[in-house]
């Protein structure tokens, strides 16, 4: 089965410290790769995905991720994490070729202390 | 920027009882996607439409039927509803099936079923 993990159920990380939020799937082929925000009670936000090229790719809010094929992994990272960062992040995956339907991870909860 | 609509934002209701979410995609996107999310999980996969066609199914209750209108918006029909039911549902929009194109969610519907 087709699956995606977000091993860190929280993440906390002092203000003006580098985060990483990791995420690894399990999906076939070459998926296209995802990051989402959720802040509470509001829907999910785009950050950044990867398609195809540079490993390493940048996202909205100064936030990228990097891209491992061998480790089939997708982790978000940021230098330098703000308390407005805090909120819940959900890495999603898609097969290509199918009909493009998220797989989410189950979210990592990032807190950002001042 | 538009945005993808839902109504309504919240919705109560009593077991046995019926109920109809609504989204309209973002203009000129013609691929809706509908999600679940349950208290503290991640986003479930319901179903999706293309060009008003049903495009993907996942694990989408008998109980619930969904459609893709002429002016692209979709309903999502839920009936006899079950406390289990009660969650975040979510709608996404993107333009055409490319997986490339990432998906815009709208803020959701909060069904509570007591």
């Known amino acids: 089965a087709q699956s995606v993990a977000q091993p860190e159920d929280q993440v906390n990380v002092a203000e003006g410290n580098p985060l990483t939020v990791k995420c690894t799937y399990s999906v076939s082929g070459n998926p296209y790769l995802f990051w989402y925000v959720q802040y509470p009670n509001r829907g999910l936000q785009f950050l950044l995905k990867?398609?195809?090229?540079?490993?390493l790719v940048k996202g909205s809010y100064g936030f990228e991720a990097e891209f491992n094929k061998s480790q089939t992994s997708f982790h978000l990272k940021k230098p330098s994490a703000l308390v407005s960062d805090s909120a819940l992040y959900f890495c999603?995956?898609?097969?290509?070729?199918?009909?493009?339907?998220?797989?989410f991870g189950t979210g990592t909860r990032l807190k950002v202390l001042a | 920027a538009a945005g993808v609509i839902q109504s309504p934002r919240h919705l109560i209701k009593e077991k046995r009882e019926t109920a109809t979410l609504k989204c309209y995609p973002i203009?000129?996107?013609?691929?809706v996607y509908w999600y679940q999310q349950g208290p503290g999980q991640d986003p479930q996969f319901l179903i999706s439409f293309y060009e008003k066609m049903q495009s993907d199914k996942g694990s989408i209750p008998d109980r619930f039927s969904a459609q893709q209108f002429s002016d692209y918006h979709s309903e999502l029909n839920m009936s006899s509803l079950e406390l289990g039911d009660s969650a975040l549902y979510f709608c996404a929009s993107s333009p055409g099936t490319s997986g490339y194109n990432e998906q815009f969610f709208g803020p959701g519907t909060r069904l509570t079923v007591l």
């Open positions: 999603a995956v898609t097969p290509r070729g199918g009909t493009y339907k998220y797989i």
């Open positions: 990867y398609i195809t090229g540079d490993n």
């Open positions: 203009p000129r996107h013609d691929t």
